[in-house]
């Protein structure tokens, strides 16, 4: 597919990153939890930004090589992923539509906002961790980390299911 051919060069590129899971949660897109940051056209290259979850994340380098494979596999055989760190991703990028999906899955979405102080960003914490599950806020922090270091372990005090906390940062 050419960039030039649609009315819309870049609708079909985002279309197709939309169909790219998160490998650590493959029920949401990149595009969901906001990692694509930018598609633009140089030229006849295509140039796709990506802005890790934090800067140290191993899924980074599977997420380039899956955005690499589907703009192929799209027919985007001229495109260039690259990997943007400023400004910081945040979970505020988090789409309601992802959001969603993480819930549907189990998982409790990041509650509360990002607040940027200066080049530092704080995370403002709820008091209470919503329920995936039932939507009780009758709920406690078992573990500051849980699956990845991105979540926290919770447990439900109604219906007594553990879950993960998408921590926001």
Do not use: H
């Amino acid at each position: 597919m050419s960039i030039e051919s649609a009315a819309d060069p870049l609708a079909p590129v985002w279309a197709c990153l939309s169909q790219v899971p998160d490998p650590e949660i493959p029920v949401v897109s990149i595009v969901e939890l906001g990692i694509v940051r930018d598609v633009c056209a140089q030229g006849d290259e295509l140039v796709v930004s990506i802005t890790p979850t934090y800067s140290g994340c191993p899924a980074t380098s599977r997420i380039m090589l899956d955005v690499e494979q589907a703009l192929r596999e799209g027919g985007f055989s001229n495109a260039k992923v690259q990997r943007v760190i400023a400004p910081p991703w945040t979970t505020d990028w988090i789409t309601e539509a992802g959001r969603q999906k993480l819930k549907r899955y189990g998982i409790a979405p990041p509650q509360g906002s990002v607040q940027c102080i200066g080049a530092l960003m704080r995370a403002k914490t709820p008091a209470r961790v919503t329920c995936p599950r039932c939507g009780s806020d009758d709920t406690q922090e078992v573990s500051r980390f849980g699956s990845t270091p991105c979540k926290a372990s919770y447990q439900c005090r109604t219906c007594l299911e553990p879950f993960d906390y998408f921590k926001p940062f």
